[in-house]
């Protein structure tokens, strides 16, 4: 394998930037340390007014395969995610068929083997009626990131609302459970409401029909089974300030058996945004009201919100424009997740350390994956040099998304990713591919 030295550059890790060079060999962080000299054959990188940030690891993205392959597949979008500083990836069961049994689950992970630039892993599924199934995920607990359960209907239609079902899975599942919260009966009710007012509906009426209540309730529903059975519960992409009362900054991320994530849509977008981006940011829970993006910096700020991530959820050009109700939901966004919060980072919104904090730290402790998240001696060498004073702006010519398309094209990020490794192999640098090697499965350090 290729030995790396990455020359005085500004290390992010662990709530300091401190400067330093990084000797990677064999896949691994070998050393940090200043001055540090090597003999033998070792490429130098100048890391010299560039920061070297540990790689993005997003625990929610759809990446299609199998099934839904005309809209994206494993490799297209782990080479996106990868150009995007994201080094590991774990991807949710609505693929067709829905993975739904072991074997499905098992098939995903060849596809991953074989195609992803990037570190993987696939949440199991839950249905109405595979929780024999669903819960032999518990004798893979260190080989699978989690169970992931749709409490709310969204795309690939593998909602869950079942109670008994809900119940016997929390009771007796000993992996993370990471849920989809929203609640159908509310979001019928106000989509019959809303038909009835006899217009043509646009995706101004998404967050009026999936509104703030709907996504409490479940999420609160979420939250008492999850306390009733001690689980540990991930709830996914927490968008209303309403159920920030639920979560709690108080108990340190070590010892929370109910964490959060925030999607950097619900960062970015308000419903101000639909007027010009209309059915391209419609997704499931909605772009809310401009409070609730406030209230979601806030909480994420204070670590009511463990972890930032996508929900990369790709469809056609074509499914995107149909009219709203038939309209896909979901948008790309693994490629320019962390441009985007280094935006926020250069707007004084947020910290460099904390993003890191946010997108890879919190994210291997919330999932206890094995040996990744920070940049520490012994660790895989996944790892992401950006240039904060290279600004690159979104245009089809750069996106690498299946779909081509992005909510973001015209946006200017001040800073770009200039280097991606990944298990220490320089995946991506300086706009060339090394596509020769594969990413690794991730494991987890769980009892
Ligand atoms: O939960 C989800 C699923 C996703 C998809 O398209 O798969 N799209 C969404 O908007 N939300």
């Known amino acids: 394998m290729q030995k790396f030295l990455i020359k005085n550059i500004t290390i992010v890790n662990d709530g300091k930037s401190l400067p330093g060079d990084v000797l990677i060999n064999n896949g691994r962080i070998e050393k940090i340390g200043s001055n540090i000299n090597t003999?033998?054959?070792?490429?130098?990188?100048?890391?010299?007014?560039?920061?070297?940030?540990?790689?993005?690891?997003?625990?929610?993205?759809h990446f299609r395969e199998p099934g839904l392959t005309?809209?994206?597949?494993?490799?297209?979008?782990?080479?996106?995610?990868?150009?995007?500083?994201?080094?590991?990836?774990?991807?949710?069961?609505?693929?067709?068929?829905?993975?739904?049994?072991?074997?499905?689950?098992e098939e995903k992970y060849t596809i991953g083997a074989n195609t992803s630039l990037a570190n993987y892993s696939f949440f199991m599924g839950t249905?109405?009626?595979?929780?024999?199934?669903?819960?032999?995920?518990?004798?893979?607990?260190?080989?699978?990131?989690?169970?992931?359960?749709?409490?709310?209907?969204?795309?690939?239609?593998?909602?869950?609302?079942?109670?008994?079902?809900?119940?016997?899975?929390?009771?007796?599942?000993?992996?993370?459970?990471?849920t989809h919260c929203e609640n159908e009966r509310i979001i019928r009710e106000n989509l019959e409401r809303v038909k009835a007012e006899n217009r043509p509906l646009t995706a101004a009426d998404h967050p009026i029909i999936r509104d703030d209540i709907n996504c409490f309730e479940s999420s609160f529903a979420a939250v008492q089974l999850a306390k009733k059975h001690n689980n540990r519960l991930h709830i996914l992409h927490i968008s209303t300030a309403k159920e920030l009362q639920l979560f709690t900054n108080m108990i340190p991320l070590k010892d929370k058996?109910?964490?959060?994530?925030?999607?950097?849509?619900?960062?970015?977008?308000?419903?101000d945004d639909y007027a010009r981006l209309g059915n391209l940011i419609k997704c499931n829970p909605a772009i809310?009201?401009?409070?609730?993006?406030?209230?979601?910096?806030?909480?994420?700020?204070?670590?009511?919100?463990?972890?930032?991530?996508?929900?990369?959820?790709?469809?056609?050009?074509?499914?995107?424009?149909?009219?709203?109700e038939k309209a896909h939901a979901g948008l790309p966004l693994v490629q320019h997740s962390l441009s985007l919060m280094l935006h926020y980072v250069k707007q004084?919104?947020?910290?460099?350390?904390?993003?890191?904090?946010?997108?890879?730290?919190?994210?291997?402790?919330?999932?206890?994956?094995?040996?990744?998240?920070?940049?520490?001696e012994g660790y895989f060498a996944d790892l992401v040099i950006v240039d904060m004073n290279a600004p690159t702006t979104v245009n089809k010519s750069n996106i690498l998304?299946?779909?081509?398309?992005?909510?973001?094209?015209?946006?200017?990020?001040?800073?770009?990713?200039?280097?991606?490794?990944?298990?220490?192999?320089?995946?991506?640098?300086?706009?060339?591919?090394?596509?020769?090697n594969k990413g690794m499965r991730l494991r987890f350090d769980r009892d």
């Open 39 to 61: 003999n033998g054959s070792v490429t130098e990188i100048n890391g010299e007014n560039k920061f070297l940030l540990p790689g993005v690891i997003d625990d929610q993205v």
């Open 70 to 105: 005309h809209k994206a597949n494993i490799y297209t979008e782990s080479k996106a995610a990868v150009a995007g500083g994201v080094t590991s990836f774990m991807e949710m069961p609505n693929t067709i068929p829905n993975a739904l049994t072991q074997e499905l689950l």
């Open 127 to 178: 249905g109405n009626d595979n929780s024999d199934e669903v819960l032999k995920t518990n004798d893979k607990r260190k080989d699978v990131c989690g169970i992931k359960i749709f409490m709310g209907s969204s795309t690939g239609n593998m909602l869950v609302d079942n109670y008994l079902t809900l119940d016997k899975i929390f009771s007796e599942s000993e992996v993370l459970i990471a």
């Open 257 to 271: 058996r109910i964490t959060t994530e925030v999607c950097v849509h619900h960062l970015h977008f308000t419903s």
């Open 288 to 324: 809310k009201a401009p409070f609730n993006k406030e209230a979601l910096w806030q909480a994420m700020l204070d670590d009511r919100l463990d972890i930032i991530a996508t929900d990369h959820a790709p469809h056609t050009w074509a499914e995107k424009n149909e009219p709203y």
């Open 348 to 376: 004084g919104k947020i910290s460099i350390e904390k993003v890191v904090e946010k997108m890879s730290h919190a994210v291997a402790e919330c999932f206890q994956i094995e040996n990744r998240g920070y940049i520490r």
């Open 401 to 436: 998304y299946k779909c081509g398309w992005s909510p973001l094209e015209d946006f200017t990020f001040p800073a770009s990713i200039t280097h991606t490794f990944v298990n220490g192999n320089l995946v991506y640098g300086n706009g060339v591919w090394d596509e020769s």
